[in-house]
């Protein structure tokens, strides 16, 4: 029962069932079977065999009928090749022998088929391995989808293993049902880690060979804290991580407590602590009353929950649903930030070789205008009912300014000759995100309302680290010099042009940091919901002064580990602070 040490990416405790699930859409899950389990899981490849089987027959009969026997007969073939002996005898023995589950058996196949097609002579009979594999690849999905369905269903609450840290594997189940996540690969900053610390999912990463070790359903205690795993623990190492459960949650309640209290400097400066929302499901994870309005609402969340776009009818409802939730406090929408690592399964983009710098966010609206059309007017129709700001991603030049301004007053125009109730006043504002906008900042605050800064894209774009890249993801610091000192001149500029300046990215949730920020002069503060309590108690521990002192001494730091350190001394003074707090 050792401990194996990973990487923190989202603090907090899980014990509970492991559940192993594909990283990607195009993988196929690993774990290890008990002796005991492998007839069970060959009776469940015979299932799915039988399954992919009958629809080759029906669907080589309904081809038949159209178009003729001939063109009918490929269906025939791939039934033959679904009761070939060979093929079956190899992974009947992976089973067996090596205690591996259908799906990675089969997927084993498959690559073994290809590597021998790919030795042979002439295009044609390469070729030809897609043929073979078709089969047996329809079989992997049968096997995925139908333990999906029957694991959705019910109602366990477990640790999810994946290869690795992606969106699809945090989202793979409702977050109530997840007591942790852990997996062989990725990076603190990738997009599935951010969601895991929105979601308030403990989760460790970075543990190699981790799905060898594994078995379906095997007991796996997560300490996000320390970024370790226990596997199958035995009763007195359950019995003292239960005590550490109790004691943080009772170090939570303490915050809470005092987390509706606003978030007052000792010297009088309030600053608004807001929240940043993934879906509407978010609003009953927290009591609105603990912030001080939406400062993010994804909405590509919204549209990657779904199977088609959705309607500006629905649009307006879930936006609606949410401004009314605030009760008058303000909500930022931005529009639709897909791309990259976020992609619709309905709405087919490109294959680029590197896709952090290209076809995403505003890039996307501005080319398909549809999208943004109607996304807008949902959003103007939702102003009626509560204050709404509308923010824009993915800004690089004062032209995409112009162009999306083009459009918001093309759209409100529309809405308003057809009778549609509209804010006369909607402010609206622009990610900070890109180097480019740091060199226009005054030009661009001249046109626009407020600003927010989306650190987590302008770290791995000012350090030129793709942040879902493992071969990279260490290189990505978001305390590097260079981007403290941006983060500041962002600050300075927006108190020159009397504009509101609010970070939303990931560094927000960090309690030294939101010193920091609020000592370089933002107003606003947007995190996931788990850091609102925190976040005020530092806010009203330390004068605005003072932070503004620190901000000056960190500024002459000139290495990550220098600022790093600084900001260490910080979090432990807060931390002393909530521990004299919890004893008073």
Request: glycine content about 8%; aromatic content about 6%.
């Given at each position: ?5 990973g ?6 405790l ?24 492998t ?18 027959g ?11 026997e001939?063109d ?15 093929a ?26 290809e590597?021998?097609m ?11 391995a ?25 109602e ?6 994946a290869?690795e ?5 945090v ?26 610390r ?31 795993i ?113 992609q ?20 996307v ?12 007017r ?8 509560g ?12 032209d ?43 030009d ?7 600003i ?45 042009a ?87």
């Amino acid at each position: 029962m050792p401990q194996i040490q990973g990487l923190i990416v989202a603090p907090g405790l899980g014990l509970g069932p492991v559940h192993v699930v594909r990283a990607r859409l195009d993988s196929a899950p690993v774990w290890s079977l008990r002796a005991d389990e492998t007839g069970a899981e060959i009776e469940r490849l015979d299932a799915a065999i039988d399954q992919v089987f009958e629809v080759l027959g029906r669907r080589q009969k309904e081809v038949a009928k159209a178009v003729g026997e001939r063109d009918a007969g490929i269906l025939g073939v791939h039934q033959m090749i679904l009761r070939d002996p060979g093929a079956r005898a190899d992974v009947d023995r992976a089973i067996r022998d090596e205690r591996l589950n259908a799906e990675a058996a089969v997927d084993r196949l498959i690559h073994t088929l290809e590597e021998t097609m790919g030795r042979l002579d002439g295009d044609s009979i390469r070729g030809y391995a897609a043929d073979v594999t078709e089969p047996w690849r329809a079989v992997v999905k049968a096997l995925m989808q139908t333990d999906q369905e029957s694991f959705a269903q019910s109602e366990d609450k477990v640790v999810i293993a994946a290869a690795e840290l992606t969106p699809e594997a945090v989202t793979f189940l409702g977050r109530e049902r997840i007591h942790a996540i852990v997996t062989e690969a990725g990076g603190r900053f990738s997009h599935g880690a951010v969601l895991a610390r929105s979601f308030g999912i403990p989760c460790v990463v970075g543990i190699p060979n981790l799905l060898a070790r594994l078995e379906q359903n095997m007991q796996v205690l997560v300490d996000g804290d320390h970024g370790t795993i226990v596997l199958d623990p035995d009763e007195a190492t359950i019995a003292a991580f239960m005590t550490r459960c109790d004691q943080r949650s009772t170090r939570t309640s303490a915050l809470s407590s005092h987390a509706g209290k606003p978030a007052v400097t000792p010297d009088g400066t309030k600053l608004d602590v807001l929240v940043n929302l993934e879906s509407v499901r978010d609003l009953d994870t927290f009591d609105v009353s603990h912030c001080d309005g939406v400062g993010l609402l994804r909405t590509e969340f919204l549209y990657m929950e779904r199977t088609v776009f959705p309607s500006e009818e629905e649009q307006f409802r879930l936006y609606r649903r949410v401004v009314d939730s605030m009760q008058g406090r303000p909500v930022t929408i931005r529009t639709l930030d897909i791309g990259g690592d976020k992609q619709l399964p309905y709405f087919k983009t490109p294959k680029e070789a590197n896709p952090a710098l290209g076809w995403r966010g505003t890039r996307v609206t501005l080319e398909w205008q549809d999208l943004l059309r109607v996304q807008l007017r949902a959003v103007m129709r939702a102003t009626a009912h509560g204050p709404v700001r509308l923010l824009i991603p993915m800004i690089s030049s004062l032209d995409e300014v112009h162009s999306v301004f083009k459009i918001f007053d093309e759209t409100r125009l529309q809405l308003t000759e057809q009778g549609y109730d509209v804010a006369p006043d909607i402010p609206v504002g622009i990610m900070i995100e890109v180097p480019s906008t740091l060199w226009i900042l005054d030009d661009l605050l001249a046109e626009v309302d407020f600003i927010s800064v989306g650190t987590n894209d302008l770290v791995q774009y000012l350090l030129a680290v793709d942040r879902d890249n493992v071969f990279v993801s260490g290189l990505y610091e978001p305390m590097h010099p260079a981007v403290i000192r941006a983060l500041a001149e962002i600050g300075r500029a927006a108190k020159r042009a009397g504009k509101s300046v609010c970070v939303c990215g990931e560094i927000a949730g960090d309690e030294a940091v939101a010193v920091l920020l609020a000592g370089m002069g933002y107003d606003s503060l947007s995190v996931a919901p788990n850091f609102l309590a925190v976040l005020k108690f530092a806010i009203r521990a330390i004068p605005l002064a003072e932070a503004q002192g620190i901000v000056e001494h960190v500024l002459r730091l000139r290495s990550a580990t220098e600022i790093k350190a600084s900001l260490e001394g910080i979090r432990k003074r807060l931390g002393e602070a909530i521990l004299a707090h919890e004893a008073g």
